[in-house]
C-alpha cells in the first residue's frame, strides 16, 4: 500500500467511526468496521486493537456491537487457536432493515401516545401524528432500500 493510500485508508476509518458514533453507535465499532472494509482481511481482537491504537476492551465491545447487528462473524483458520473477524459478505441490506424495524418502533412509541391524548386536545394529537406518520415513513423507505440492496 503506498503513502497516498495509507492516509486514505487511516481517514476512512476514523470517518466511518465518527459517522457511527453520529448514529448512536460505538465509535470503535465504527472503526473496525471502516477498517474491516477497507482492508477486506479478517482480523483478530489484538490485530485489530494494535492496527486501530485502541484498548482491547474497546474493541472487543465494538465487535460485540457489531456482531448482535449481523455485521460481522467469527471465523477460525485451521491450525490456528486466535479466533478472526470477517464483514459478512454483505451486511447493508440487514442493517437497513434494522434501521426500518427502530423506526417502526418509534411511530409505535409515539402513536401510543397520540392514542392516549384527549380528543378535543386536536393540535397535539396533530403534532404526535405527524411525527409518528415521519417515523413510518423512515422505515418505509428504509425496506425499500433493503429490498433495493438484495436485488442487486
Do not use: W
Amino acid at each position: 500500500m503506498n503513502d497516498a493510500t495509507s492516509a486514505l485508508r487511516l481517514e476512512f476509518i476514523e470517518a466511518i467511526g465518527l459517522r457511527l458514533q453520529a448514529f448512536g453507535l460505538l465509535r470503535a465499532s465504527g472503526r473496525i468496521l471502516g477498517l474491516l472494509v477497507f482492508d477486506g482481511t479478517d482480523m483478530s481482537a489484538p490485530g485489530l486493537a494494535t492496527a486501530l491504537g485502541i484498548s482491547k476492551g474497546s474493541v472487543n465491545t465494538g465487535l460485540q456491537e457489531l456482531q448482535s447487528r449481523s455485521v460481522i462473524r467469527k471465523v477460525s483458520h485451521r491450525a490456528d487457536r486466535t479466533t478472526y473477524y470477517q464483514l459478512l459478505p454483505d451486511p447493508y441490506a440487514d442493517l437497513l432493515r434494522q434501521a426500518a424495524q427502530q423506526s417502526r418502533t418509534s411511530a409505535c412509541v409515539v402513536n401510543d401516545t397520540h392514542n392516549q391524548i384527549a380528543a378535543q386536545e386536536v393540535e397535539r394529537r396533530q403534532r404526535l401524528s405527524q411525527f409518528s406518520a415521519f417515523y413510518a415513513e423512515i422505515a418505509t423507505a428504509l425496506e425499500a432500500a433493503g429490498l433495493r440492496l438484495d436485488d442487486r
